[in-house]
């Protein structure tokens, strides 16, 4: 039997990597409404990249590739400088309000390791044991942090480059979710990506200008999101300490009934699933016909209530239950005035869809419940397009009261990490487009997760971890349905 992931990895080199000494002055970051909401969610969000990288060893890598990465990232670190910081604690608060503080001399960790497992298996849309991309990201731990602690505080952001020598590389990231939603995080990840590649190709001149590189720069204005960290946060921030949230998600019951998590003694498997964009059109059209009147769903909607649907059919749909839908949407564009698509941190709203389990699974029809879970979610998301940032800020109170009572009723919670609209595949360090990309954290968070198709644009791709005997049906759903539409 091959060595698992985890047992083959071993660690090449460690480095503390700040941006350039006297590139980035003393700065404080205020946290946004937007901000703390994630105070309340410890789990960092994990990403993996993984490049098609023939010919080299890890040696070799390590003198050529790996210095590259390092000083490439300082220049981006002195650009996009809050991930460079941490976070502490506003004086005299006591809702345990934080604030990012960066220091001259702050840094993140930068790791090197070699693994010998196979690659092409890895990078494969099979099932595969959930633990072995797990060790090609930075431990959570590194980023774990608690206002009692007598420690300085973590890092908000850990890097790890695994070399599996002749067949690829990967880049994995842990990121405290305070510092940056998926658009921000992705902005970063292609910066850094661009600067690497002009110092690769310059290799007399390896420290290029960020400026003359990076086309579109961060935009770090906190006013720019409204009064959200004036009256609204406190507000927020009173509520859940009443609601007692955080305990809620730390637990992680918050995706699944307590009895429902008991999988010690089921395998546990990562999966991706594949939705051409033949099939999404198909989606999309069948809705249309059955949602007489109504405009046509979105790429986002089709797949995410078929999604839904499919995995209430895999798990077991309960009579008496209401399965709950919670995703996040992009408030850019959905305040007033619109925020800077450049806007670095979290300009992120939550909302949620209900419906009952059993209409879920459609009993006698085949498309019932489709079209009962693409109303639901139609129907979340036009509460957050309501116009400015009242509508968000009530909503994303209202899901948090409605997580916490749906967690306490033992009724299930499906949520969804990530966005096709990220362009992930566009991350490229001159290795080409990443062969694969997958949302590592939600192993520990249950949800499933979104991007665009690598191979075909209009396509989506689903990231799953489950038992793998609820994969295998899940499976089995997903792709009996796409047959007889």
């Known amino acids: 039997m091959a060595p698992s992931t985890m047992d083959a990895v071993k660690v090449v080199e460690q480095r503390r990597v700040s941006p350039p000494p006297g590139s980035v002055p003393p700065s404080t970051l205020t946290l946004t409404f937007f901000d703390v909401i994630w105070l309340q969610v410890p789990a960092p969000v994990q990403r993996l990249f993984f490049y098609d990288f023939s010919g080299t060893s890890t040696e070799d890598f390590r003198r050529s590739e790996f210095p590259l990465l390092a000083r490439s990232l300082s220049l981006a670190l002195s650009v996009f ?8 604690p506003v004086p005299g608060s006591d809702l345990g309000d934080l604030f990012i503080r960066y220091s001259d001399g702050d840094s993140v960790p930068l790791t090197l390791a070699e693994s010998n497992a196979d690659y092409h298996r890895l990078v494969g849309n099979q099932a595969k044991d959930a ?3 797990r060790c090609l990201v930075p431990d959570p731990l590194l980023l774990s942090y608690s206002s009692t602690e007598k420690k300085p505080p973590p890092p908000l952001v850990a890097f790890q480059v695994t070399v599996f ?6 880049v994995g990231f842990a990121m405290n979710h305070v510092a940056a939603d998926g658009s921000s995080s992705t902005h970063f990840m292609k910066s850094w990506a661009a600067i690497f590649c002009r110092s690769a ?26 009064d959200l960290h004036g009256r609204v946060k406190p507000e927020y921030l009173e509520d859940m300490k009443e609601l007692r949230v955080a305990e809620s998600i730390a637990d992680l019951t918050l995706t699944r009934p307590p009895k429902e998590k008991e999988t010690e003694l089921r395998r546990v498997v990562r999966c991706t699933f594949v939705l051409t964009r033949s099939h999404v059109e198909r989606l999309r059209e069948h809705l249309t016909l059955e949602l007489v009147g109504r405009p046509r769903p979105s790429t986002f909607v089709a797949t995410c209530a078929y999604t839904w649907v499919c995995l209430t059919k895999a798990r077991g749909a309960n009579e008496g239950r209401v399965g709950h ?23 992120i709203g939550g909302t949620s869809a209900s419906v009952g389990e059993s209409e879920l699974s459609g009993g006698e029809s085949k498309w019932k419940g489709l079209v009962s879970a693409a109303e639901a979610i139609r129907e979340a998301i036009r509460r957050l397009e309501e116009g400015g940032p009242g509508p968000v800020v009530e909503e994303v109170k209202a899901l948090m009261r409605r997580a916490v009572a749906a967690v306490r009723a033992r009724e299930r919670l499906l949520s969804v990490a990530g966005s096709p609209r990220l362009c992930v595949y566009g991350v490229d360090f001159g290795w080409g487009r990443p062969r ?21 644009e209009g396509g989506v791709e689903i990231g799953m971890v489950g038992p793998e005997d609820e994969m295998v049906r899940f499976a089995s759903f997903f792709q009996e349905a796409l047959k007889s539409l």
């Open 131 to 133: 633990s072995e991309s």
């Open 436 to 456: 694969k990309v997958e949302m590592v954290s939600i192993e520990s968070t249950s949800a499933i997760s979104l991007a665009e198709s690598r191979d075909e």
């Open 81 to 88: 400088y809050p991930l460079a910081g941490r976070l502490v």
């Open 201 to 226: 190709a310059a290799a007399a001149d390896p420290d290029p200008d960020p400026s003359a590189v990076i086309t579109k720069f961060p935009v770090f204005d906190r006013r720019l999101v409204g």
């Open 325 to 347: 839908f919670c995703f996040a949407a992009d408030c850019r564009t959905r305040l007033d005035p619109p925020v800077p698509d450049a806007y670095f941190g979290n300009c």
């Open 165 to 170: 020598p002749g067949s690829g590389v990967s």
